[in-house]
């Protein structure tokens, strides 16, 4: 009786020594995919406060604000000037952590702006979206990658792409 309870207890020990080198392997797998379709970010965006939204919600450069306060700002380029008034319509300016803010606003219709968050992930870039342009006018495609008016209205339509470095970055256009 004892060599048959201490045999039982051999194999259910080998049993789940092979399960557990299984169930490890199985999990490096999985873990090693994960990596490829991971939706978590490695960094995330500062929140703005209610505060800071309240005092610039009616600003027309409350990215650049936010990006100010949280980032600071390492650089500017005024790339082009309006002819009639000579104020700036068109420049670069860079922030903390890479990120870069490009506008154009020399045509006669609308802004142009592009958004460059080098390591933050879609979620991140659908938050701040969401924080700024959020609209009941507007909304989201299926894959959370176009944020425009329901209708063909007058607008600002944004898109979620990759640049060419691989980063993430919006695109859009506010205008007729």
Known sequence: MKIEVIFLV??????????DKHNEASEKGLNKNRKNITTTCNKLLPKPTDDFLKTNSESDNIEIEYFEKYFGISSEKVISKSFEDNIPC??????????VYEYDDCGETGADVQITLPGYCKDELIKFIEWFHHSEENEWNKDKTHYSPK?????????????????????????C
């Not at 051999?10 to 399960?19: A, D, N, V, W, Y």
């Not at 007058?154 to 919006?170: A, D, F, R, S």
């Open 10 to 19: 051999l194999i259910t020990f080998i049993s789940s020594c092979s399960s």
């Open 90 to 99: 068109q420049w670069k300016q860079k922030f903390a952590e890479g990120i």
């Open 151 to 175: 209708e063909a209205n007058p607008g600002c339509y944004m898109t979620i792409k990759k640049n060419q470095k691989g980063n993430l970055m919006i695109d859009y256009y506010c205008g």
